[in-house]
């Protein structure tokens, strides 16, 4: 299995190391359990991850892959593609030093579009060395089209949904995640994205499955975690007020069938993705949107409490953006990276099934 | 070219002729303009198409593909596969005849999610007699992110939405399509699915594409028919009650941005697809829940109009159902099959752009 927590990796991030564009290597020094031993940026080389994320034994940023071992006196297992571009295309730029990580017997982990085993070149340097080319948004082959029964589920299923692409709907569910299981609860982050799932080592990537099948690998992913589990925190994607990505919202929102749904926003954005031309609607246009589309198809799903994205705030201006928040809609609202998840959990449970109600079966 | 409007066909619709399974089948008999020579269906050999569709200069129905030749005294050009099962896999038994048809040189026209140009077999086989396979459903290899372009085309951009699958969204269109023509109205009709595209040889099968292209998909079809067309008429697909294919609707409806959308529902359905526990909801929520999702993009698009299938009623009954229709909508109702489609296509002009105003740039 390419998957392995014990894998080290070095995180490319090119020219974007903590901007929004790397938000998957981000994501995965964050959250993911493998030791990252450095980050691959030459126009930040010199300086740390603790410079822009203020968090975690500190990560080294360096120029080329030489540096790891010859500065740093350590090696990698893997080399992963920290960025996640619009469409998902290869820079020509970063080819090279994948070549160079192949070569060296490094992994490759992929979450581009862009399938890195079907190309001809990386998979011979691969085949030369015994490295493994993990695509990790190549879907598994089959995937059924959606039978609605996620719907039945014994399990308390609860969806991110946001106002926008990038706004902390994965966050926020592995935040919610990490204290429900410290109290014991049996919950499960499902990973759709690929950032998602480089962090678990499993998942659906909901964007990269062909159109009929997005809520069918939606159920899939419910059905299996419902299996061994209470609480299910599916990832969102897109926003159903994104044009370019509405329908992998809406495909996962079906498929998934939660019972509930926590709105995720970040403050400052005005617009939604870039160039649409779509204003961010008010927090309860976007709550009356979520909840008519899930109650389509007669699984109504209220929204129970607002994730906000804080970043850049002081702490004061983060409180009083939640409080103007709670205020406008009459749900807790929290930022569970600033402080942290206990609210958002604790909407949940107070919403919630009953987690302990024996399961069907 | 794979198409080509000349080529004479058999059509393949083994067990289920004349049924909702046949749907491609019957789509192609009626709009398209390829000669069909024989519809394959063993068990409703010796009878004709005209017994189940009662249109057209009539087609025999043989059981074997040997009979078009020994009997009709004709050859074909294309085997084109006329149906279009749940979740697009090919019928085991079917295979000898596509073989058989391969081996003749007969091009096989294929829409399933199956792609026949992948099997190596059928690969083979063709190749060995020259035969073409066409991969009706396999996508263009780049489709764009939606950048909500399709918002600023001067062209008048309308799309059919539905309660359901296969309640008559592409009819309705090409219907609308055909007098717009007549009356001189520079009208397109865009074909987003496997029978569409059957008919008339270009298109974007939108189902089969990779969920994050979706929207970018749509946009492509509606640029492209922009620039030599007034009235562009968008196939709808699936239904945005349908849980297993409501993200391929709202990709379709957010990339393609239309002006203005057309209801379309059949008579005597109580429930959305089979299995959902979905009831078929009122006319009224269903012109509530499209005219939201198309105002969440900040595109607004009325529903001007409601197609109604009739299929299977008396004219007297078709007419009281319409009248129905209108009394609960307030809006112009009618079956474009039973009754023709001056009545939809006049609810576009009515509601439309000036469809003579000059083009931008």
Chains 1, 2 share one sequence.
């Not at 982050?189 to 099948?213: E, H, L, S, Y």
């Not at 929102?253 to 019972?259: A, V």
Request: glycine letters at 12%; proline letters at 5%; hydrophobic letters at 40%.
């Amino acid at each position: 299995m390419v998957y392995h927590p014990g894998k080290k990796l070095v995180i490319l991030a090119e020219g974007c190391f903590g901007q929004s564009g790397s938000k998957t290597a981000i994501g995965v020094i964050r959250y993911g359990a493998n030791p990252v031993v450095a980050v691959l940026d030459s126009t930040r080389a010199g300086k740390t991850v603790a410079d822009y994320l203020g968090i975690r034994p500190d990560i080294p940023i360096v120029a080329t892959l030489d540096e790891v071992q010859d500065q740093l006196g350590t090696t990698a297992d893997a080399l992963l593609i920290g960025i996640a571009p619009r469409g998902g295309a290869l820079p020509e730029a970063w080819k090279a030093i994948i070549l160079q990580a192949l070569d060296r017997g490094m992994d490759v982990w992929n979450g581009l579009h862009l399938m890195m085993t079907e190309d001809p070149e990386l998979n011979e340097r691969a085949h030369r060395s015994g490295a493994i080319i993990w695509d990790v948004r190549k879907p598994s082959a089959s995937l059924p089209v959606s039978s609605g029964h996620a719907r039945h589920v014994a399990a308390h299923v609860v969806l991110t949904v946001g106002s926008d692409c990038s706004v902390g709907k994965m966050t926020a569910m592995l935040e919610v995640e990490k204290i429900a299981q410290q109290r014991g609860i049996r919950a499960i982050f499902c990973p759709t994205g690929q950032t998602g799932i480089m962090i678990k080592g499993w998942g659906v990537p909901i964007d990269r499955v062909i159109a009929d099948f997005v809520a069918g690998g939606a159920e899939k992913l419910v059905l299996e975690a419902a299996e061994d589990n209470d609480l299910i925190l599916v990832e969102g994607q897109g926003s159903l007020f994104h044009a370019g990505y509405s329908g992998v919202t809406l495909g996962l929102l079906h498929g998934s069938m939660p019972d509930h749904q926590v709105l995720c926003y970040q403050v400052g954005r005005s617009t939604v993705g870039d160039g649409y031309g779509v204003p961010v609607p008010s927090l309860a246009e976007m709550i009356r949107v979520y909840e008519t589309m899930a109650a389509a198809v007669q699984k109504p799903a209220p929204v129970i409490s607002i994730v906000v994205n804080t970043l850049g705030m002081s702490d004061t201006e983060s409180r009083e953006e939640l409080k103007r928040a709670e205020d406008e809609t009459g749900l807790p609202a929290d930022d569970p990276v600033r402080f942290g998840s206990e609210r958002i959990l604790q909407s949940i449970l107070d919403a919630g099934k009953d987690l302990k109600k024996p399961k069907r079966g």
